[in-house]
């Protein structure tokens, strides 16, 4: 395959893809100059990892068939646009967990040790011993996980190390698994943050998490509160955040927030960065050397896999369940123009293929099994005509 490598990933995944017959081409780029990359080298799989991905680009690519995320989220692809025109979105989950959960429990004590201003006062010949000298410490306070997947788990194992006691909650959580996880459950986001001494965000971008961190959240809070943001800017109401910040003493690290810059060095205008009681990091949380390797070697993977089946792990834009309505199973001879014939029959009576798998029997006569799931009730009279065709065995038809 034709494989562009927009961002930087490590040598050996590169090395890796070429060893394995891929045309690669690395191209530190985006907007414009990934645009014209795409079409240029006529790619056919594209891997990004803080680069956006536009319907632009996606339209413009007409060769462009995977694009894989080497890292958890995806939010910085067109997944709408994508789907639209046939392209295969993938993303590398789990790979960079240790990295983000220990960024968040640096964050933890960076605030709590308030290292930020320490280091900066020390560096410009302060020294104010008296005035960071009050930290109240971590051990046996409550540290609350709103989102329980890989990293959140990581981020609960790594807290309960230093002595934290773990509230959590999650879409998943259950009182039994959170028992397993050795975590107590809460019952929503809100009943999370009332909770806790420390809150920390580890759930996906989606629709159903837009600005879950709101109002009512942050007024759950006890003051004094620590907030921390390692997952995406779009859960958190920057708005309601600035009110907590001001009136309820809250205090947050935020890796990640709105409106974040999609270019690697230039100005930083966010309303957060100059705001005392706020610790802005540059969304590094996976970005160390082992995370990198790791989502290096899953987008290889991904790449690979698609290349020589077809298939496409972790795909993110395929439906769960499709819209088919009715399933038709063909059996019949591994001979070829069957199928061709077979679903001719299914166009001219006006049905939708949704999914479609053929299986091939082994013996020395071959046999397969082919199922046709389609939207739209089939006429009474199909399944006599697809028996009608030669080499075909049997034909049966159930309504999903």
């Keep these: 395959m034709r494989v562009l490598i927009a961002d930087k990933v490590p040598e050996k995944s590169i090395a890796a893809l070429k060893h394995t017959g891929h045309r690669v081409v690395a191209e530190n780029c985006s907007g414009d100059q990934l645009q014209e990359a795409l079409t240029a080298q006529k790619t056919q799989a594209l891997v990004v990892r803080s680069t956006k991905v536009t319907r632009k680009m996606i339209q413009h690519a007409s060769s462009l068939e995977l694009i894989v995320r080497a890292g958890a ?55 104010m011993k008296s005035k960071y000298a009050k930290a109240k410490g971590l051990k046996g306070r409550v540290l609350g996980i709103v989102g329980m997947g890989t990293i959140g788990q990581f981020v609960a194992q790594m ?57 009512d959240f942050f007024a759950a809070m ?51 960065h100059k705001h005392p009681s706020v610790y802005l990091t540059h969304h590094i949380g996976a970005s160390t050397f082992q995370a990198q390797e790791a989502t290096g070697d899953e987008a290889v993977r991904v790449i690979n896999m698609y290349a020589n089946t077809g298939v496409v792990p972790n795909c993110v834009n395929i439906a769960v369940q499709s819209s088919a309505t009715h399933l038709i199973t063909v059996r019949h001879l591994d001979k070829v123009g069957v199928l061709a014939r077979v679903l001719d029959l299914v166009r001219k009576c006006n049905l939708n293929v949704q999914e479609m798998e053929n299986q091939v029997f082994a013996g020395s006569v071959n046999a397969a099994v082919a199922r046709i799931r389609v939207v739209g009730k089939p006429p009474a009279e199909l399944s006599g005509l697809l028996k009608d065709i030669q080499d075909v065995l049997a034909v049966s038809e159930i309504k999903l």
């Design 73 to 127: 989220g995806y939010d910085s692809i067109d997944l709408e646009t994508a789907s639209e025109y046939g392209v295969f979105v993938a993303n590398c989950p789990g790979k960079n967990a240790s990295a983000v959960a220990e960024l968040a429990i640096g964050l933890m004590i960076s605030l709590d040790r308030q290292i930020p201003d320490n280091v900066i006062d020390a560096r410009a010949g302060k020294w």
């Design 159 to 215: 807290a309960q190390g230093i002595g934290l006691r773990v509230v959590a909650w999650s879409r998943s959580l259950t009182p039994e698994s959170a028992e397993a996880f050795g975590v107590e459950y809460a019952d929503s986001p809100v009943d999370v943050a009332a909770q806790s001494d420390i809150v920390s965000l580890h759930v996906a971008a989606t629709q159903a998490t837009f600005h879950l961190a709101d109002q």
């Design 222 to 272: 006890k003051p004094g509160t620590f907030f921390i943001n390692t997952t995406r800017g779009s859960v958190v109401d920057e708005s309601a955040l600035l009110t907590a910040l001001d009136k309820h003493e809250i205090r947050a690290a935020l890796d990640v927030f709105a409106d974040e810059p999609s270019y690697k060095a230039g100005a930083l205008t966010t309303h957060l």
